[in-house]
């Protein structure tokens, strides 16, 4: 398969030099500094049980019609999911003239993103996907880290013939490349419980500045933590999404054994970067207020985090 990767940091560097690894074509998609080291140095990746350092196709954003849109079978969209509205629409406009346009596998944060490409591409080619067990970041341009054992599940939003049959491939490639890959018939449960964890620990830690492994450690923040998750749970319920009192605490002991890591949030804070506040703690407070219910946790650590960011900045 030919993949293009939007958004070559962390998550998207790992999965595009493992599908390299293994004999597909990737075209890797990224910008400033990071774009131009990949361009003149390769790119180098590092993994306790996985290295990569070679020359690799990357490419700006409008530079993708060079290499024959029509060719790609897969997008892989790996950017933050405040750029997904933009993305979306710009993306349209690169396969606006194939009847036949890719499968867009959105492997972002947040629960929202999927309905957005759905907006401009067919429904049926919008595949859901979430990455869990990692933690990768860019520590200079051009070099990667990660860490953990990766998992991957994947769904689509609205079945055919067609995309089960590429889930099927798709999933095949994955694990054949050495990432273990689940195939859910329901994507919006697994990206709800995904969120559970990203609303748990992702905002704290980035307040905080401390890993999670630190956070979870700690009887007094581990509440918290629960607390936190506990909301996001109440907030799916909106969307008629049934968490269960497992599947919740299910979440919270795979963030307590899980290797302890930087979350998102706080690479982003660390490198002044822009912080996913709104899809991840923002989606939990709307979909509550949708039922009269408040999101103390949420609202709390958010609206500090929020606060000291923006004072960062300036």
């Known amino acids: 398969m030919k993949f293009l990767i939007l958004g070559a940091g962390g ?40 290295s990569f350092h070679k020359d690799v196709l990357a490419l700006s954003f409008d530079e993708i019609k060079s290499i024959k849109p029509q060719t790609i079978d897969a997008v892989l969209i790996t950017t933050k999911s405040t750029t997904s509205q933009q993305l979306a629409q710009d993306l349209s406009l690169v396969f606006k003239d194939q ?6 596998v959105s492997l972002q944060n947040g629960v929202e993103n999927e309905d957005i490409f759905s907006n401009f591409f067919p429904k049926t080619k919008i595949i859901g996907a979430l990455t869990r067990k990692i933690g990768a970041h860019i520590i200079k341009p051009g070099v990667i880290e990660v860490t953990g054992v990766v998992e991957t599940i994947v769904g689509s939003l609205e079945h055919s013939v067609q995309n089960e049959s590429f889930i099927k491939e798709f999933s095949k ?9 689940e195939i859910t ?42 607390g936190l998750m506990c909301e996001t749970a109440t907030a ?5 999404i049934k968490i269960s009192n497992k599947d919740l605490n299910s979440m919270y002991e795979l963030i307590k054994n899980f290797d302890s890591i930087k979350p998102s949030m706080l690479v982003d804070r660390e ?6 506040l709104d899809e991840i703690c923002g989606v939990v407070m709307k979909y509550n207020k949708k039922q009269d219910i408040d999101s103390p946790y949420t609202r709390t ?14």
């Open 11 to 50: 998550i998207g560097s790992y999965y595009g030099t493992k599908l390299l690894d293994s004999g597909h074509e990737v075209v890797f998609v990224a910008r400033g500094n990071h774009l131009s080291a990949m361009q003149q140095n390769g790119l180098k990746l590092q993994h306790p049980k996985f």
């Open 99 to 104: 009847k036949n346009p890719p499968f867009i």
């Open 173 to 181: 490639i994955l694990e054949e490349a050495g990432i273990s890959c």
């Open 185 to 226: 018939k329901d994507i919006k449960l697994e990206l709800w419980k995904k969120l559970i964890i990203n609303n748990g620990v992702n905002a704290i830690c980035a307040l905080l500045e401390i890993k999670t492994g630190v956070l979870m450690n700690d009887k007094k923040l581990s509440k918290i933590v629960y």
């Open 236 to 240: 799916a319920r909106a969307l008629n």
């Open 271 to 276: 490198f002044k970067r822009e912080i996913e």
């Open 301 to 314: 650590v958010s609206t500090l985090l929020e606060f000291i960011y923006n004072h960062e900045k300036e």
